[in-house]
């Protein structure tokens, strides 16, 4: 069963305005949150992190929100670039006594438009 | 650091045929995760590994997938028989498993793209 949702399996967005990618997740003991950015044959790489600890993380264009009674978080982008245009997972984590694991929602292929 | 290295980039194979993924890991990280990539599931992960041994291989489809990491810088994916329904891309991360670990989560490689026909 999938404890990581991505319910929007693509977006497309104006340059220059917002864009808010959804993840919902299901495991209540999740504590430790990623965003991750993928382009096109190549791997996912790291973009923002957030710790159950706080509702908000901050860095340059991109926000990450929680909202852990929802058990729901998004990812802000603002403003938008045509460069941001990939593929974007959320993942969570239990803690180390899970080994590390992180879960993996299905991912949001965002198009930011010229 | 070259990052975690996968081979081969593309692989296509006959239905039937053996497939061995390989992967190299960042030096210094003790953790290594198998992970397949479909539409319908995302990012699905297969096995991993703590200092070389397999903690949780519960998402391995079926007997026809092995994975081995005889060493903290080598791991194979091995698919015997390999099915059309296989295809998809495998990616193989590391991570350091300690207190910061979490922070960047893994690191992935470029990802192995396999075409069973």
């Known amino acids: 069963d999938q404890q990581v949702k991505q319910n929007s399996p693509s977006l497309s967005v104006q340059e220059g305005r917002i864009s808010i990618l959804n993840c919902d997740y299901t495991?209540?003991?999740?504590?430790?949150f990623l965003w991750y950015k993928k382009y096109p044959a190549e791997g996912p790489t790291f973009l923002i992190s957030i710790s159950s600890i706080k509702d908000k993380n901050e860095d340059g264009r991109f926000t990450v929100f929680l909202n852990k009674s929802a058990k729901h978080l998004s990812l802000h982008i603002v403003p938008s670039q045509p460069g941001d245009s990939a593929v974007y997972f959320c993942?969570?984590?239990?803690?180390?006594?899970?080994?590390?694991?992180?879960?993996f929602g299905t991912g949001t292929s965002l198009t930011v438009i010229p | 650091d070259a990052g975690v290295i996968q081979s081969p980039r593309h692989e296509v194979t006959e239905m039937g045929q053996e497939v061995t993924l390989r992967c190299k890991p960042i030096s210094g990280h003790n953790s290594l995760f198998w992970y397949r990539q479909t539409m319908m599931r995302g990012l699905e992960l297969l096995i991993y590994?703590?200092?070389?041994?397999?903690?949780?291989d519960s998402g391995m489809p079926e007997d026809r997938f092995s994975a081995k990491m005889p060493n903290a810088s080598f791991s194979t994916l091995k698919i015997q028989p390999s099915e059309p329904r296989d295809s998809a891309v495998y990616f193989c991360?590391?991570?350091?498993?300690?207190?910061?670990?979490?922070?960047?989560?893994?690191?992935f490689g470029s990802g192995t793209r396999l075409t069973v026909v």
């Open positions: 991360a590391s991570s350091q498993l300690a207190a910061g670990g979490r922070g960047y989560g893994y690191t």
């Open positions: 590994f703590n200092n070389n041994v397999p903690i949780d």
């Open positions: 993942a969570a984590s239990e803690g180390l006594n899970t080994g590390n694991q992180f879960y």
């Open positions: 495991n209540s003991m999740f504590d430790y």
